[in-house]
């Protein structure tokens, strides 16, 4: 696997040459500070972009293109890391030296019409298509309670209205009643023309090829910027840890638990911080997992997720009603225990190896090798050996000083009506 | 070690059958770093009425046991629990049950054949105690009710319930409280003796290996157990009509947003072609009708009605295949109108056929480049097919215009029910 930085000025160019594969991926990453207001826009757009474009004005033709490009898959995403958005446009299709009559650079070309030849009268968007996305992501939003758990995080986050996190990535109602074909091709442009630019190239293509498609068709006026304060700023931890609760029609209580990160220093933001996550709750062989589920059977699963770049970590369970005061006492409990350094040190050395399987597992597929040299563009963490060799050094005293940054501030449980009376 | 050649993906499988009858499936993939291994019983949620093998009597056992002996063979009496095992090789292990095959896996990167030989012990050596299963039952209620607290999964539940009438593939795979509470160590014991014989099980391996050295590794490892001689394990016959047991209903539940489905019950026998052929023209017709490229899709997004295209759902019981149109719209009663209208002619282009078919060949040669989709596919075809001998390309390629259109007038459609889960 052979890493490349083509600076093109405007944007980068990010080409990793492997036989692994008999496909190609190409994916196109434009990112800039998130504004709350634009989270809803940025989703319409990323739907109509998908949809057609001036050579196919429909939904139906674009689609049987990409069907006729041998089921060429055509993915778009929106993502946060901390205080930036990512809107993200790839393409993966079988290499040239696997088909006989379609080139690398036709697939290649498609993606960037998909991207600059949107399908636009008179400096708007297509009306149909426009409306349609919208009542798509209405649904979206509206039907998020469906999702227990991705519901309990977000209403739990959405408290903290000074930080991004709080932010429904879905976006709003109000902000979607203000968006139409015109508003929206406004906003596109301010994407092409500011936004700054990634492209990634996994395969075998040849690459200073796909550099002259690039050239000619990728038309963006954005000049080469900087990303700055990627991460969100802390939230001061608090001696009264907040609760809140939710009273719903549901069989098992969601425990949502918030926790503030203070004072990381660089190297544990990249590497200590997922160590400590996994340990207490990334795996069925957590510290969690077994004191919650396998000694006491009140859940199915328990988890935690370190949010590095927002200062937080989360942990989230679905338990046995009136069961929240026990499960809180043990996971404090728990919290405490790995402060004081009384953790199994076998704990430490297994979430170390599965990370580091993590890493090296993360070769095998085309998206595991952008996102590691996307990282490595945004927040500037290392490649897959740096990474593995860094997870390595992390002990102990290392896991015992991370854990005294690291706070239960607020609680929030989903729960039934009888659950509620009986506490 | 037998050979299997795909030629038309230019990949091979190797294979062996071991002489305690263990199948033994490997997929080299050099130049990669992961492997992915699983250990199959064709032993799933529909095996709930059988002949236990130290017996003659037939047994109905409850709903979910197979999933409850899944949860529970991960129980050892002594040594570190396999959590831990695999979680100190940094490997990550999983399991789960469907309705026909119960499956043990896991992932690594380094140590395969250290955590290979901990897989084939755990999963072959059942420790199941009075205390140990009743607290499992706590931590099996709680995943019954994550099932409960979520639309979705109410609407797939009720789809099957309301569908098939003697088919077990109508009973939930977890299984509910009540069942959950009558299970007990002895029971898990037979039901553990009854499929759980190599005889029964496969072993699939996909990752980038040596196969010659990992078939010795399972030898030996398997030469040193004793295994009892294999008896075919007999199962309750049922049958199954063509009709469906409830033509509509609606069901109240916690959502904001309504989830319909159109469900069609097709008898298989009278398709006269084999199962694999019946669900490649399925697959086409359906998404031919009701796909992002169809007309279909393009006016009912006109008219407001969806904005997601349907989703086309196939599931196979021995008996029927129950093909499902799901969408979430609150326009549900316009949708199934039209649904019902468009249903009244089929008519399929051969030039969309064409399309359709280099696509599903595509996907074929796209799933070579993950691992743990090609073990997927090799559990599925023997799961389903009862073999893996060649790759579906071939099938895909056989398939042809002229047999589509005799299938579809051998398509017998009337046989539909609808469920729809809305808010109050």
Request: aromatic share 12%.
């Amino acid at each position: 696997m052979n890493y490349n930085l083509l600076k093109m000025g405007a944007y980068n160019i990010h080409t990793i040459k492997t036989d692994r594969f008999k496909t190609v991926t190409v994916e196109v990453i434009f990112r800039r500070k998130i504004v709350k207001e634009e989270i809803t826009i940025r989703n319409i757009l990323k739907a109509v972009l998908l949809n057609s474009n001036s050579y196919f004005p429909s939904e139906k033709e674009l689609i049987k293109e990409t069907e006729n490009l041998y089921d060429l898959k055509l993915i778009s995403s929106n993502n946060i890391t901390g205080n930036y958005t990512n809107l993200s446009f790839k393409v993966r299709f079988l290499s040239e030296k696997y088909i006989e009559d379609i080139t690398d650079k036709e697939c290649i070309k498609f993606l960037l019409d998909i991207i600059f030849k949107p399908n636009i009268k008179n400096n708007e968007f297509n009306k149909n298509i426009v409306d349609n996305c919208k009542r798509q992501l209405e649904k979206n939003i509206i039907s998020q309670k469906d999702n227990k758990i991705t519901y309990s995080i977000f209403k739990l986050l959405e408290k903290f209205k000074d930080y991004p996190y709080s932010y429904n990535p879905n976006g709003y109602l109000e902000d979607l009643k203000k968006i139409n074909e015109k508003t929206l091709y406004e906003y596109y442009k301010s994407v092409i023309d500011n936004d700054i630019v990634d492209i990634f190239i996994v395969g075998n293509t040849d690459f200073d090829k796909a550099k002259e498609i690039f050239k000619e068709y990728f038309s963006t006026r954005t000049y080469a910027k900087n990303t700055k304060n990627i991460t969100v700023k802390e939230l001061p931890h608090t001696t009264k840890i907040n609760t809140f609760k939710e009273i719903d029609e549901v069989n098992q209580t969601q425990l949502t638990i918030l926790c503030s990160i203070n004072n990381l220093t660089d190297f544990e933001r990249k590497y200590t911080l997922s160590v400590y996550s996994n340990m207490l709750g990334g795996t069925s062989n957590s510290i969690l997992f077994d004191a919650v589920r396998e000694k006491n059977s009140y859940a199915y699963y328990i988890n935690s997720i370190n949010k590095s770049y927002d200062n937080i970590m989360i942990i989230f369970s679905g338990i046995e009603p009136n069961t929240t005061d026990k499960v809180l006492d043990i996971i404090k409990k728990k919290l405490i225990n790995i402060t004081k350094g009384e953790f199994d040190k076998n704990n430490l050395e297994n979430s170390k190896e599965t990370i580091i399987s993590g890493i090296k597992a993360a070769k095998d597929s085309p998206s595991g090798i952008i996102n590691t040299y996307f990282a490595k563009e945004l927040v500037g963490s290392g490649d897959f050996e740096e990474r593995i060799e860094n997870i390595k050094k992390i002990t102990t005293n290392d896991i015992i000083n991370i854990s005294k940054k690291i706070k239960i501030h607020s609680i929030y449980t989903l729960e039934s009506e009888d659950s509620n009376e009986s506490n | 070690m037998k050979v299997i050649n795909l030629e038309n993906s230019n990949e091979k499988v190797y294979y062996e059958k071991l002489d305690n009858g263990l199948d033994i499936y490997m997929y080299n993939k050099e130049n990669y770093h992961n492997n992915y291994v699983t250990f199959t019983t064709k032993f799933g949620s529909i095996y709930n009425e059988f002949i236990p093998i130290d017996s003659k009597k037939i047994l109905k056992i409850p709903n979910g046991v197979a999933h409850f002996l899944e949860h529970k063979l991960f129980a050892q009496e002594k040594g570190p629990q396999p959590e831990e095992f695999f979680s100190k090789n940094g490997a990550i292990s999983n399991a789960y049950t469907t309705f026909k095959n119960t499956t043990y896996l896991f992932s690594c990167t380094d140590k395969l054949h250290e955590n290979l030989t901990f897989l084939l012990d755990f999963v072959q050596n059942p420790y199941f105690t009075k205390e140990n299963v009743d607290n499992e039952k706590g931590i099996i209620i709680q995943e019954i009710n994550m099932y409960k607290d979520s639309p979705t999964d109410i609407l797939y539940e009720k789809i099957r319930k309301n569908s098939f009438k003697n088919n077990p593939f109508k009973e939930s795979i977890i299984g509910e409280k009540k069942d959950i509470n009558k299970v007990d160590k002895d029971l898990l014991y037979t039901c553990y003796k009854s499929f759980y014989h190599p005889n029964n099980m496969f072993l699939v391996i996909t990752g980038n290996f040596n196969p010659e050295d990992t078939l010795k590794i399972i030898k030996e490892n398997q030469k040193s157990k004793q295994f009892t001689e294999f008896k075919d394990i007999k199962l309750k016959e049922y049958k199954e009509p063509d009709e469906v047991v409830k033509e509509y209903e609606k069901i109240i539940a916690n959502t904001d947003l309504s989830k319909v489905s159109y469900n069609i019950k097709i008898n298989n026998k009278k398709l006269k072609l084999n199962q694999r052929k019946i669900n490649l023209y399925l697959y086409i017709i359906f998404s031919i009708l009701f796909g992002e490229t169809s007309d279909f899709n393009e006016t009912e997004k006109e008219k407001g009605i969806i904005t997601n295209s349907l989703n086309v759902n196939l599931l196979n019981t021995d008996s029927h295949v129950l093909i499902s149109l799901i969408n979430q719209t609150d326009k549900y009663q316009e949708l199934l109108e039209d649904i019902r209208e468009y249903l009244k002619t089929i008519d399929i282009k051969e030039e969309d056929f064409n399309r359709k078919k280099k696509v599903l060949i595509s996907n074929e040669l796209f799933s070579f480049e993950n691992i743990e989709i090609v073990n997927e596919m090799i559990i599925d075809n023997i799961i389903f097919e009862n073999v893996f001998d060649k790759d579906n390309i071939n099938a895909i390629k056989e398939l042809n215009y002229q047999e589509l259109k005799e299938f579809i007038s051998n398509l017998d459609i009337k046989n539909t029910n609808i469920v729809i889960v809305t808010k109050k």
